[in-house]
T-cell receptor, first 119, second 112 residues
Framework: GAVVSQHPSRVICKSGTSVKIECRSL??????MFWYRQFPKQSLMLMAT?????????EQGVEKDKFLINHASLTLSTLTVTSAHPEDSSFYIC???????????????FGPGTRLTVL | ELKVEQNPLFLSMQEGKNYTIYCNYS?????LYWYRQDPGKSLESLFV?????AVKQEGRLMASLDTKARLSTLHITAAVHDLSATYFC????????????FGTGTRLKVLA
């Protein structure tokens, strides 16, 4: 099956610093990637849709200046949490869409997630 | 706005028992997904349901989709402890954006 990786898997940072999370599709080209955030014991909430070569589309209530998304290639999207604060601590999961697949398969493949802790 | 609701939110059951998790969604969609999430982990794909009346089974889990009722079920047969996890359904946002909207999740605890 399609493989999506994330790096780092876990990061701890001080309040006010910026953190970059990478999402890579390892065996396919992803024209679209998605970023989700999950707080403890809650569901996944879509933050933004990242399209290769264009600006990301943010969901309502998500600050685009705080969560910078770059999708510079067909295999890499990055999420930068700028000036992180303790309330940004969460589990961030990316997914990637393989436009070559369809029919009876998932259209999104999920990464293993990144645990962000802001002190 | 597309909404996806699951019930129950929390389920504690004895090993060997059967139970069903329900997933209701608010707009038309003919693609529905079920995922499992273990603590601290990402999502594991369980089922992809693509049409009305679709039924899929894997081991002790069986999923079905009724697009007319906007309802999917995940049935657990003779539960075992290893099935303890959180289960999510997700529905395609049919606006052409390929977004998924996730359900609220069902935390399942199977007691030995």
């Amino acid at each position: 099956g399609a493989v999506v990786s994330q790096h780092p898997s876990r990061v701890i940072c001080k309040s006010g610093t910026s953190v970059k999370i990478e999402c890579r599709s390892l065996d396919f080209q992803a024209t679209t990637m998605f970023w989700y955030r999950q707080f403890p014991k809650q569901s996944l909430m879509l933050m933004a849709t990242s399209n290769e070569g264009s600006k990301a589309t943010y969901e309502q209530g998500v600050e685009k200046d705080k969560f910078l998304i770059n999708h510079a290639s067909l295999t890499l999207s990055t999420l930068t949490v700028t000036s992180a604060h303790p309330e940004d601590s969460s589990f961030y999961i990316c997914s990637a869409r393989d436009p070559q697949r369809g029919g009876g398969t998932d259209t999104q493949y999920f990464g293993p997630g990144t645990r962000l802790t802001v002190l | 706005e597309l909404k996806v609701e699951q019930n129950p939110l929390f389920l504690s059951m004895q090993e060997g028992k059967n139970y069903t998790i329900y997933c209701n969604y608010s707009t038309t969609s003919d693609r529905l997904y079920w995922y499992r999430q273990d603590p601290g982990k990402s999502l594991e794909s369980l089922f992809v349901l693509l049409s009305n009346g679709a039924v899929k089974q894997e081991g002790r889990l069986m999923a079905s989709l009724d697009t007319k009722a906007r309802l999917s079920t995940l049935h657990i047969t003779a539960a075992v402890h290893d099935l303890s996890a959180t289960y999510f359904c997700a529905v395609d946002d049919t606006s052409g954006t390929y977004k998924y909207i996730f359900g609220t999740g069902t935390r399942l605890k199977v007691l030995a």
